[in-house]
């Protein structure tokens, strides 16, 4: 065969990232269970490059030039191991077999080391960008052997969204599922960011009392700034839409129940069994589950709380000033816990992911990019093993500039009865991270007391506990 990569799964994922590949310069096989997509594709876009039509599997797997190297587009899942069974067979030693759907890290661990006793190489892609980052240039975040990577690198590095300073926005992230993972947490953090914005938006409106179109105004004045990024540029698009059909702001006529597809959810599902503190991505996705609670709402709806009163101008604008430190600063913590669970997962499944490198791919083509990236990829340059982003000079220094106003907001979302609960969650993270004492130590005497659980004293080595039953003298455990 003469194709360098093949592409199978051919609905609007699958065909721009062939269209991609064959605006790059690539031969694309290109290959569906319904040939008609097939036809499709290089009836609409055959003039975009060279693609090679298969009908197939035999002729799709005929068509690649080896080693091969093919792309599984489909649904994440059951139809993921089944198009994969379809294939392997077809299959020789030193080929490679691309998962770029959302798949679950375990998921891609388990095939991964299935097809590699098979003598494939199986590497599981997280792509981000959605429809038009696949077609234009999406963030890529694979995973699988370094050999494997080797032979898919250079196609990946051409098909990429480049950074502000031209690199390609891929990297090889780690071995087996450290692709998948990292997708997962970006996603974890999409969902943080999102809920950040959102309370922004709620608290102009609600305390500052702006109007959906001041707030688009804000927002953009904010994208010129610090904050930077896609997800406040098309916030302001979408509060400045007007509802043709009621000529009202769109976001007024919108249902207000966010769904989610699960990514969020297996991010804070993993952090919890990893043990990893990410408070403001699990407020994100329990501030979407409580959104579709109607009834839960609906019977609480006349529970008692104040009115909120909206300030004058000169008042409003100083609070919106605050927000901006409020959200910006639980922004720092987000990332903080995002890169944390990036590597809480790299050191347990032993992938050695590079944190900085992740950062310098997220610069471009996925739904977190933003300016900030950029600042996270200089601290992890500056310090490789750096333990936490708050322990960057100069992220502490932001934080810590933005610390009154971010508590202003959050005492004054507080008492105006305003739902904030991502930056609330943030800023107990940042205080309790400062805290000299934690209650932590209040926690563990009630452990031992009802327990037995034992604890550790600060000013001796070994495991006591307390005869809470008896006469409370203290008996060295273990
Ligand atoms: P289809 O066009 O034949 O439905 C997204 O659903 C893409 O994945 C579609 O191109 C779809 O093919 C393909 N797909 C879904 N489930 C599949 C399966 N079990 N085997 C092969 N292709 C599948």
Redesign the pocket.
């Known amino acids: 065969g003469t194709a360098q990569i093949g592409v199978?799964?051919?609905?609007v994922m699958?065909r721009n990232l062939a269209r991609n590949f064959a605006r790059n310069g690539f031969t694309v096989a290109v290959h569906?269970?319904?040939a008609a997509?097939t036809r499709a594709l290089v009836e609409e876009f055959g003039g975009e490059g060279t693609f090679v039509a298969a009908e197939s599997p035999e002729e799709f797997v005929a068509a690649l030039e080896r080693p091969r190297r093919l792309v599984i587009?489909?649904?994440a899942g059951?139809?993921t191991d089944?198009?994969i069974e379809?294939f392997a067979p077809l299959l020789e030693e030193g080929d490679v077999i691309i998962d770029g759907g959302n798949a679950h890290f375990a998921d891609t661990r388990r095939r991964e080391k299935e097809l590699r006793e098979r003598g494939i190489h199986f590497v599981g892609v997280g792509i981000s960008g959605g429809e038009e980052g696949a077609l234009h240039g999406p963030s890529i975040m694979p995973g699988g052997s370094a050999e494997s990577y080797a032979s898919l690198g250079p196609l990946l590095e051409r098909i990429a969204a480049k950074a502000p300073d031209g690199t390609p926005c891929v990297t090889h992230v780690g071995p087996d599922g450290a692709g998948h993972f990292v997708k997962m947490v970006h996603n974890g953090i999409e969902y943080a960011d999102m809920q950040l914005i959102a309370e922004a938006y709620h608290l102009l409106r609600t305390v500052a009392g702006y109007s959906p179109e001041q707030i688009a105004q804000t927002f953009r004045t904010w994208n010129t700034g610090r904050l930077d990024s896609y997800l406040i540029e098309i916030t302001a698009e979408v509060l400045a839409h007007t509802d043709a059909a009621t000529d009202r702001p769109f976001v007024d006529v919108v249902m207000d129940q966010a769904e989610q597809k699960g990514t969020g959810r297996w991010t804070v599902q993993i952090a919890l069994d990893l043990g990893v503190p990410v408070s403001g991505i699990a407020e994100a996705v329990f501030a979407r589950s409580l959104s579709g609670h109607a009834e839960l709402r609906e019977v609480s709806r006349s529970l008692p709380g104040p009115q909120p009163r909206p300030l004058d101008a000169e008042e409003a604008g100083r609070f919106a000033d605050r927000v901006e430190q409020a959200l910006y600063a639980s922004k720092i913590v987000s990332y903080t816990q995002g890169f944390h669970q990036v590597q809480a997962g790299s050191e347990a499944y032993g992938w050695e992911v590079d944190a900085g490198s992740v950062a310098a791919i997220w610069r471009a083509g996925c739904i977190i990019r933003a300016a900030f990236l950029d600042r996270i990829r200089g601290a992890y340059d500056e310090q490789r093993d750096l333990p936490s982003l708050l322990a960057d000079k100069q992220f502490a220094e932001e934080i810590g500039a933005a610390q009154d106003d971010w508590r202003d907001v959050v005492a004054t979302a507080a008492r105006q009865g305003v739902p904030t609960p991502g930056f609330a969650a943030a800023l107990a993270y940042y205080d309790a991270l400062r805290a000299e004492r934690l209650p932590a130590a209040l926690t563990q005497g009630q452990r031992d007391f009802f327990g037995a659980h034992t604890y550790r004293r600060t000013d001796r080595e070994g495991s006591f506990h307390t005869l809470w039953g008896g006469d409370r003298s203290e008996v060295t455990a273990d």
């Open positions: 199978t799964g051919l609905a699958g569906n269970r319904t997509r587009m489909v649904k059951d139809a089944a198009v379809e």
